[in-house]
């Protein structure tokens, strides 16, 4: 009989937010497939788990997901975790979902934390529409284009962002986005877990004003409430988002989108004088 791929979800800082049946799953299953096997041997040890460990990241993931289906089909019981939380979330895992699936193989995932979904919960954002836009870009242009086309989005965002970026994403989030609620929730569940409520400017002012800024961060935005402006003209639409850094095309494209309307409407109604 061909095993089972189990997903295994294990903690974001604090070793006790585990389930009982994740800890079962990693002492009964035969091979435990993580992403770095130091890190995890940090959660086996704590729980007294000594199975076999094999490495399976962003960079052998191909290789590793064709390897693993075949120990599955073989008999043997394989569990993936990732260093923290959720596999698969913002987290390889996928390759070896969609190898395991295409071989008719069980996949089963065992809930736990993941740290978009704990952070909504305790940010005092609307969390019946939500979206989770994994890490923000690193690149300016591009993490301001992202955060241009989500502008108007009836949903409150949640990224994930590395703190040597988080000011800088602040400032676009201010510029792109003014006085939108905002939460950094930043090393949760750990001894310096905290909540930073405001709008991206008094958050990025706080920050700052730290000699730096340090620990995991979940960067939420609130959604969006306010329908375009009825006065505002789609000239004067395109030439608002050519002011927050788009080039014309872009803020043509987005200004389509916000309104419903195709590109070639939103060009046909500028001053052909001002077409890019
Ligand atoms: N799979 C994980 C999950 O389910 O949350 C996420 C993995 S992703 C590679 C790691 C990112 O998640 C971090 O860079 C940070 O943005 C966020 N994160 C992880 N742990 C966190 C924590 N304790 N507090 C805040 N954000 C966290």
Redesign the pocket.
Known sequence: MAGILYLV?TP??NLEDITFRAVRILQECDLIACEDTRQTRKLLDRYGIGKPVVSYHEHNEAARAQEIAGKLLAGESVALV??????????PGYRLVRAALDQGLVVVAVPG???????LAASGLPTDTFRFG??LPAKAGQRARLLESLRDDAATLV????PHRILETLADVARLMPGRPVVV??????IH?EYLRGTAEEIRGILAARPAVK?????LIGKSEAPPAEGTSIEEAVAAAVATGLTRMEAIKAVARRRGLSKRDVYRRIPSTTRP
């Open positions: 979800a974001i800082g990732s260093d923290a939380g959720t596999p698969l979330v913002a987290d934390p993941s740290a978009a979904v704990t952070a994994g890490f990224f994930y962002e590395a929730a930043r090393e949760l569940t750990k877990e620990g995991e961060i979940t960067l």
